[in-house]
C-alpha cells in the first residue's frame, strides 16, 4: 500500500512538472512579449509611479471590489446571460483609408478600442486589434461576426501608430507585427516600448511616456501621456509596464484617447489642466461590479466626460469581443440613455463609418436591429 502511495505521488510530481515546463516554454513565444530590462527598466524604477516593483495608481486600486473573489467570478462565468453575444452579424460601413478627405478631422473605429484618427493629412493608429482575437491563443476572446472587416492591408501609411497599454485587446502582436512597414513612430506607455523592441521595431522610432510627459513626434502634433486607473500585463506578472490615456493636440484639434480606465478624480485633473476637448474617447464596455475599479460604468463613463469638459463623447471598448459577464448591446444602451439624460452630446458610428469632428454628429441606434 505504501509503495503504491509513493508511485502515486511520484507520477503527481511527474505531471506537475512536466505541465509547469509546458506552460514555461508556451510562455516564451513571441506573442508574449518581453519584460523591461537595461536601460528602459532604469529609468523605469525611477518613476515616481513605480514602487514595490510595479507601477501604481494614483489612488488605491484593488483588482477587485472588497467584497469580491475570484470564486465569485467563476460562478458567474457558469451563469447564462442572455444576449451575451449578438446572434446576427454586426453591420460595417467599409471606408477607403487610403484615401481619405484632408479636408477635416475623421475617426473611423473599427470596433473595441481600434480606431484610425485621420488629421491635417496625417494618421494616427490608435489599438489596433485586426488578428480576430482579444488573446494569445486562438481559440479565446474572438470576434463578433461582421466586426473584423478590416485587416492591415486596409491601412494607410501610419505617421502614428498610439498604443495605451499592453493587453491584448489593446496591443495584438499579429496586427502590430504585420504593421512594422507601414508605421513611421510608435507612441506608448513607459515600459510597453520593450514588446515592440523585442518584436523587431527600431527603438530609435519608439517614444515611450510616464504621465503627464509630452512628445511630438511630427511637426504640429504633440501628444501627452495623461493618468488612467487600471493596470498592464501579459503574462503573470502585473504592472511591469505603465497604462495611459492620451492628450492629442493637431494644428485644428485637441482630443482626449481613453484607453482602459476605472473612475477617479485623473479625469477632472485632466479637464481642468486642458480646458476642454473638441471629442473625448472614452471606454465604455467590458464592466462588472466585481472589478469596478479598473473598467467605468456606463453611467461613469458620461460623468467622465463631463468632467473632461468634453463638447463630444464617443464610446467605444465594445460591439467587438466579449469580456465581461453583460450582455452585448448594454454598454452603449446604457452609456447613450446616461448621456441624453446629461444634455451631453455624443457619436455612435458603425465600424468603418467616418466621424467627422466639429460635423454632424452621427446617432443612429443601429444595434437595436441586431439580434
Known sequence: MLQKLKKMIIYVLVF??????????????????????GKRLERIQKSPYYKDGAFQNLSPTPALAEDASYWDIIKAQLQTIPNKEPKQTIPSVKTDLKNLSNDSTQIIWFGHSSYLIHT?????????????????????????????????????????????????????????????????????????????EYWGFNPENIIELEWWQNAQPIEGFEITSTPARHFSGRKFTRNLALWSSYVLKTPTEQLYLGGDSGYDSHFKQIGEKFGSFDLAILECGQYNYYWKYIHMMPEEVTQAAKDLNTKVLMPVHWSKFTLALHPWKEPIERVTKSAKELGLPFTNPRIGEPVVINGSLLQNPWWKNVE
Open 16 to 37: 506537475l512538472v512536466v505541465v509547469a515546463l509546458g506552460i514555461y516554454v508556451f510562455m516564451q513565444q513571441a506573442q508574449f512579449g518581453q519584460e523591461p530590462q
Open 120 to 196: 491635417n493629412g496625417k494618421n494616427i493608429l490608435v489599438d489596433p486589434v485586426f488578428s480576430g482575437n482579444a488573446s494569445p491563443v486562438s481559440f479565446f476572446g474572438k470576434n463578433y461576426g461582421g466586426s473584423n472587416v478590416y485587416s492591415v492591408e486596409d491601412m494607410p501609411e501610419i505617421d502614428i501608430l498610439l498604443i495605451t497599454h499592453d493587453h491584448y485587446d489593446h496591443l495584438d502582436y499579429p496586427t502590430v507585427t504585420a504593421l512594422k512597414s507601414k508605421v513611421k513612430k510608435v507612441v506608448t506607455s513607459l515600459g510597453t516600448g520593450q514588446h515592440f
